[in-house]
């Protein structure tokens, strides 16, 4: 899973409560936008999300341009 801030459409709006944010915010560079998290990390984030131990991914894709 590539997760992609600069394409959400959640950015600004919900960055503070995005799991991305909790885990990434004292190790992402300013200029960084971008994580790639793989099925395993993302399956790990899922389940600490539903158990209220971390904000949830709240990444909005755009629709695609038809």
């Known amino acids: 899973m590539l997760i992609d801030c600069d ?6 709006k919900a ?3 995005c799991v991305v944010s909790f885990l ?3 190790v ?8 790639e998290v793989d099925q395993d990390q993302a399956a790990a984030m899922s389940v600490l999300a539903e158990g209220g ?12 341009a038809s």
């Open 24 to 26: 990434t915010i004292e």
């Open 53 to 64: 131990l971390v904000p949830p991914l709240r990444l909005v894709r755009p629709p695609r």
């Open 28 to 35: 992402r560079p300013s200029d960084r936008s971008t994580v």
């Open 7 to 12: 394409s959400c459409e959640m950015r600004g």
């Open 15 to 17: 960055c503070g409560d």
